[in-house]
């Protein structure tokens, strides 16, 4: 009986750990403090978040003016990913997916884009790290890119 209740006791005094936030719709205005999942459709337009956007199989994501702490990073085969405006603390790392559209992003790491296989646009991102892009199906195009590391692979030109 001891046991249990001191058992009891210790559960009650540990915190809990907050679920990632399942975004599916449209999601405006917003301070959201965990991790943003995308496994539907989604459209982040002026949030705040406190840690990574993660893309998942069959994500459709917009992400507008808005503030990321943590990456933006896939974690499936997106099928699409438009990021506009933002500015992304972390890295950008898309992997496998489709659709990729980067603009005017200002993002403090790198930016890596491997073995996506649909268009891809990168234009005028403000990037702290590295620009690195390999073994996507089509030639990224874009340009105007300010990287302060190397732009590597197929986005040399970028």
Do not use: W
Not at 21 to 38: E, L, M
Not at 120 to 125: A, C, D, P, S
Request: hydrophobic share 35%; proline share 1%.
């Amino acid at each position: 009986m001891q046991k249990i209740l001191i058992t009891l006791a210790l559960l009650g005094c540990s915190s809990v750990a907050l679920a990632d936030f399942y975004c599916n719709g449209t999601v405006s205005q917003r301070h959201i403090d965990d991790n943003v999942a995308i496994s539907k459709t989604c459209h982040l337009d002026q949030v705040t978040v406190k840690g990574n956007v993660m893309l998942y199989s069959g994500a459709q994501a917009v992400i507008k003016n808005s503030n990321i702490d943590g990456n933006l990073e896939s974690k499936g085969q997106f099928s699409s990913v438009l990021a506009e405006n933002n500015a992304i603390d972390g890295n950008i790392q898309l992997e496998k997916g489709q659709k990729i559209q980067l603009l005017n992003n200002e993002v403090n790491g790198d930016i890596q884009l491997k073995e996506n296989r649909s268009n891809i646009v990168v234009r005028e991102n403000t990037v702290d790290g590295n620009l690195q892009c390999e073994k996507n199906s089509l030639q990224p195009v874009g340009g105007l890119n300010r990287v302060a590391g190397d732009k590597e692979g197929q986005c040399r030109r970028l």
